[in-house]
Protein backbone atom coordinates (compact mmCIF):
# COMPACT_ATOMS: atom_id res chain seq x y z
CA UNK A 1 0.00 0.00 0.00
CA UNK A 2 3.09 2.37 0.67
CA UNK A 3 3.79 4.47 -2.26
CA UNK A 4 8.01 5.47 -2.25
CA UNK A 5 6.00 9.43 -3.51
CA UNK A 6 4.39 9.02 -0.33
CA UNK A 7 4.94 11.71 2.54
CA UNK A 8 2.27 12.23 4.51
CA UNK A 9 -0.39 9.78 5.58
CA UNK A 10 -3.43 10.88 7.12
CA UNK A 11 -5.48 8.16 9.35
CA UNK A 12 -9.60 9.15 10.36
CA UNK A 13 -10.77 6.90 13.12
CA UNK A 14 -14.98 6.85 13.56
CA UNK A 15 -16.50 5.02 16.28
CA UNK A 16 -19.92 4.32 14.47
CA UNK A 17 -23.14 2.04 15.88
CA UNK A 18 -22.95 -1.50 14.10
CA UNK A 19 -26.37 0.01 11.95
CA UNK A 20 -24.63 2.96 10.68
CA UNK A 21 -21.74 0.87 9.15
CA UNK A 22 -23.19 0.27 5.56
CA UNK A 23 -24.48 3.80 5.31
CA UNK A 24 -21.25 5.31 6.44
CA UNK A 25 -18.77 2.50 4.76
CA UNK A 26 -20.67 3.04 1.24
CA UNK A 27 -20.84 7.02 2.04
CA UNK A 28 -16.56 6.78 2.68
CA UNK A 29 -16.05 4.85 -0.32
CA UNK A 30 -17.87 6.85 -2.52
CA UNK A 31 -15.76 9.65 -1.71
CA UNK A 32 -12.96 8.36 -2.13
CA UNK A 33 -13.79 6.30 -5.62
CA UNK A 34 -15.42 9.31 -6.89
CA UNK A 35 -13.06 12.67 -5.49
CA UNK A 36 -9.69 10.78 -5.05
CA UNK A 37 -8.32 10.84 -9.27
CA UNK A 38 -9.23 14.35 -8.78
CA UNK A 39 -7.64 15.26 -5.63
CA UNK A 40 -4.03 16.70 -6.45
CA UNK A 41 -1.69 15.15 -4.12
CA UNK A 42 -3.80 12.12 -3.18
CA UNK A 43 -1.44 9.31 -4.08
CA UNK A 44 -3.78 6.43 -2.38
CA UNK A 45 -6.99 6.17 0.10
CA UNK A 46 -8.53 2.48 1.54
CA UNK A 47 -11.82 1.99 3.85
CA UNK A 48 -11.63 -0.18 6.24
CA UNK A 49 -13.93 -1.41 9.01
CA UNK A 50 -13.32 -3.69 11.83
CA UNK A 51 -15.50 -7.27 12.05
CA UNK A 52 -17.41 -5.56 14.40
CA UNK A 53 -18.61 -3.01 12.15
CA UNK A 54 -18.03 -0.59 15.17
CA UNK A 55 -14.65 1.17 13.69
CA UNK A 56 -13.83 2.72 10.28
CA UNK A 57 -11.29 3.87 9.14
CA UNK A 58 -9.99 6.04 6.15
CA UNK A 59 -6.60 6.12 5.26
CA UNK A 60 -4.94 8.04 2.99
CA UNK A 61 -1.74 8.22 1.10
CA UNK A 62 -0.45 12.14 0.47
CA UNK A 63 2.59 13.41 -2.16
CA UNK A 64 2.98 16.30 0.67
CA UNK A 65 1.38 17.49 3.80
CA UNK A 66 0.33 20.70 1.89
CA UNK A 67 -1.51 18.59 -0.72
CA UNK A 68 -3.47 16.80 2.11
CA UNK A 69 -4.00 20.58 3.55
CA UNK A 70 -5.36 21.40 0.67
CA UNK A 71 -7.82 18.90 0.03
CA UNK A 72 -9.60 19.58 3.40
CA UNK A 73 -10.74 22.95 1.32
CA UNK A 74 -12.98 20.88 -1.13
CA UNK A 75 -16.64 21.48 -0.15
CA UNK A 76 -17.32 17.60 -1.79
CA UNK A 77 -14.70 16.06 0.64
CA UNK A 78 -15.64 18.74 3.66
CA UNK A 79 -19.40 18.13 3.32
CA UNK A 80 -18.91 13.79 3.28
CA UNK A 81 -16.11 14.09 5.95
CA UNK A 82 -19.17 15.93 7.96
CA UNK A 83 -21.73 13.42 7.65
CA UNK A 84 -18.87 10.87 8.96
CA UNK A 85 -18.74 13.20 12.21
CA UNK A 86 -21.79 14.11 13.16
CA UNK A 87 -23.22 10.60 12.48
CA UNK A 88 -19.91 9.15 14.40
CA UNK A 89 -20.52 8.67 18.13
CA UNK A 90 -16.66 9.90 18.38
CA UNK A 91 -13.53 10.52 16.08
CA UNK A 92 -10.13 10.53 16.25
CA UNK A 93 -7.74 12.19 13.05
CA UNK A 94 -3.73 11.34 12.64
CA UNK A 95 -1.40 12.17 10.41
CA UNK A 96 2.06 9.86 9.85
CA UNK A 97 5.11 10.39 7.92
CA UNK A 98 6.05 6.97 6.26
CA UNK A 99 9.33 5.33 7.82
CA UNK A 100 10.07 1.89 6.02
CA UNK A 101 8.67 0.02 2.66
CA UNK A 102 8.53 -3.11 3.14
CA UNK A 103 6.92 -5.05 -0.06
CA UNK A 104 7.46 -8.72 -0.73
CA UNK A 105 7.03 -10.96 -3.06
CA UNK A 106 3.61 -12.36 -2.11
CA UNK A 107 2.50 -8.16 -2.51
CA UNK A 108 2.50 -8.32 -5.97
Known amino acids: MLDAKV ?5 LSFTIKPE ?15 RG ?3 HG ?4 I ?3 NEE ?5 MVSQWASRQSWSAAQW ?5 RSLSNLVETAESFEVRSFEPVAIVRTAAGE
Open 47 to 49: VLG
Open 20 to 34: DFPGLSREATLLAQR
Open 42 to 45: LVEA
Open 7 to 11: HFVSV
Open 37 to 39: PTI
Open 74 to 78: DEDVG
Open 53 to 57: KTQLL
